[in-house]
């Protein structure tokens, strides 16, 4: 006999089909679960609304003061200078002031004020501050009664309760103090809102009153101390400063003094305007000589008759055009007398003459001039070197008061810082004096606080609309994790997508008085009008040409598999057809006790060859075309019977048989392998499943397992339906005429 342990896994066509099926989820799948599990869900909802309702109306009432502060940017550099003193400078807070406010911010929250104003404070009048707080009220109330009688009790054995000190209860209650101080800059101003909680209105106002007083004052002291320390350091610095300028002036004299030098400044001194006079002399000097020299050299070159003519400087001399002039006149005389007389004539020899003596002096005269132009290149010669050597004793005489000048530099670079210096500190001391008698603050009370007349927390309205929705949020995630973890066959839309079967019919949940409900053909109702859907469901799936055997199955027991095969073999009969119902559970066999038939002679017996088919099925008075072919006793072999070659025989008998129906109840598929051995001889399966009580992965797993011996699955019943909005009720429809239902359901 082959089972599901000898064969490999094989996976059914609809399965196949239903893996590769999309996971959508349909909004009306969520409401159908929050239906299902709508007390779990109106309880868990209750239980929050509850809760923070308690909540609120157990808390102490609180109430917030509100005090309004000025807070303006102060000029730092009243207070202290740039770079000395502890005061932060100006620039810092020229472009983003939000460091100097943030650090107001901390100090009205700090520590050490929060000490000023507990010290400033009786803290006999403060219910809220030394320890005799309002009473509770409600759940709190009782919980710190509980709490106070459990300490109690248990004093004996855990000893007096420790002391705490002066000191760690003052901490405590300073730490307390700054904990209920908050702060709220108004937007684009600088006013600040400074809040205080108590539980006592009073003791709010007063607090934060007293804190802003405090702070106002602590403000105008620091800036009283800090001008103060100023004041006392500038003080001691210009004495200071005073001395170290008269030492830096002193040894700026004693050093002029000392080195002869009574004016070391350049536009004052002497020397160096002797040598710029003497620069410009040399100057002067080189370039006359450089002329001279040139024009010299020119005659030089080109001699006395030549420059007579080209040099500028001989051409213009008076004698020389005296002499020229007088030659030229002799020249044209002679020239006159050429025309009448010979070189021998008196007139002639003597105009000869004149002319010989007229060029004489004018070599003479060219001569002189040449000389005079030499004498003067001479002159500037000698004049260019004299001048050189003044030159070069004043550049001596000058870097030697350059040498000097560097030091007096250097004591008088000294000298005007520590008067500069001197005199910075001065006026400072002299505004800082001037602040310090104005008493000026940069920090004002605008509005004190009010007694407040309300509390502002608990809001009571706030609280239960917080519960309200936590409630609903953590109902609705009960409600789908329910529906997550809860991954059985409650529909048929189940059926259809996670399983990838058709649904034949969905059969109600009934109790009856008897043991299982049974179909009337008198009567209708959700029960009889599911199981004549079935009925139809089945007929049309069957397409086998002589008897249809249909096996009768489920994954695991009490699903309802007996009652579903019952009342389908009942119904067919009750649609005129001729049907044989078989029950096939050797094991736990309950047919016969549903027809009220005793369970002495049945299958066993025909398949042990004990008795013949004819005798061991039992024809029904009504409807008197069914028959019921009990299990019969028990054997202590069923597998081996249903497996046999004898019910393989059986079966094909049945088929050719009479009956057009076969139905076959057979034992559930998960506990036995008599459904997987029947089923591949069935012309198709009806597998049925209990509403809410099959899990997904046992439904595939029992259809694997028949999906063995590849049978014809015809679909899924799902029983014990709850009826609800989710389910169609076949109560709602019905005719007027009962007889012609009768009529209709016989016709059937």
Known sequence: MLTSAHRPPVRHPAL??????????HLLDKLRALLRYKWPAAGVFVLVVAAAAVQAYSRTPLYRATARLLIELEDERSLAMEGVGSAPKASEYTYDPEPYFQTQYRILTGRELAERVLQTLDLRTLPD???????????????????GTASAW???????????????????????????VSVAPVRASRLVDVSFVAADPETAAKAVNTLADEYVAQNLDVRQQDMSKSLTWLTEELERQERTLEQSERAMAEYRAGNNAGSLRDHENIVIARLNQLNESATRARTARAQKESLYKQIVALGAAAAAETIPAIASNPSVQSIKATLAELQRQKALLAERYGDKHPEMVTVLASIQDASKQLDIELTKAIEAIRHDFESSVLEERTLARALSDQQTVAADLDRKGVAYTVLEREAQSNRQLYETLLQREKELQVLANSRGNNVRLI??????????????????????????????????????????????????????????????????????PVVSPTRSGDFGESIRSLRTSVAFSSDTVGSAVVLVTSAQPLEGKTTTACNLAMAMAYGGARVLLVDA????????????????????????????????????????????????????????????KRMESLIEQMRSGPFEWV??????????????????????????LGSGMTRRRVAER?????????????????NRVVASRETYSYSDYHRLDEPAVQKVAVGL
Not at 16 to 25: C, E, F, L, N, V
């Open 447 to 516: 509005d004190r606080a009010v007694v407040p007349s309300a509390p502002f927390a608990p809001d009571i309205r706030r609280s239960l609309m917080l519960g309200t929705l936590a409630g609903l949020l953590m109902a609705f995630g009960l409600v789908f994790a329910l529906d997550s973890f809860d991954d059985t066959i409650k529909s048929a839309e189940d059926v259809t997508r996670k399983l990838g079967l058709p649904c034949l019919g969905l059969v109600p949940d009934v109790r009856p008085s008897s043991d299982r």
């Open 129 to 147: 501050l030394n320890g005799s707080e309002p009473p509770r009220r409600g759940v709190v109330r009782l919980v710190a009664g509980v709490r």
């Open 702 to 718: 029992a259809i694997e397992t028949l999906a063995i011996g590849g049978p014809r699955i015809l679909g899924a019943v799902l």
């Open 16 to 25: 196949a089909a239903g893996a590769t099926r999309s996971a959508d989820t």
């Open 154 to 180: 248990l004093r004996p054995l855990t000893g007096p309760a420790p002391v705490r000190s002066a000191s760690r209860s003052r901490e405590g209650l300073i730490a307390q103090f700054s904990s209920r």
């Open 585 to 644: 559970d050797l094991r736990r066999p309950s047919v016969h006790r549903g027809f009220g038939l005793e369970n002495r002679l049945g299958l066993s017996d025909v398949l042990s060859g004990a008795a013949p088919l004819a005798s061991a099925a039992y024809r029904l008075s009504a409807p008197d075309n069914l028959w019921v072919m009990p299990a019969g006793v028990p054997p202590h072999n069923p597998s081996e019977l249903l497996g046999s």
């Open 663 to 688: 139905i076959i109840d057979t034992p559930p598929v998960l506990a036995v392998t008599d459904a997987s051995i029947l089923a591949r001889q069935a012309t198709g399966v009806a597998f049925v």
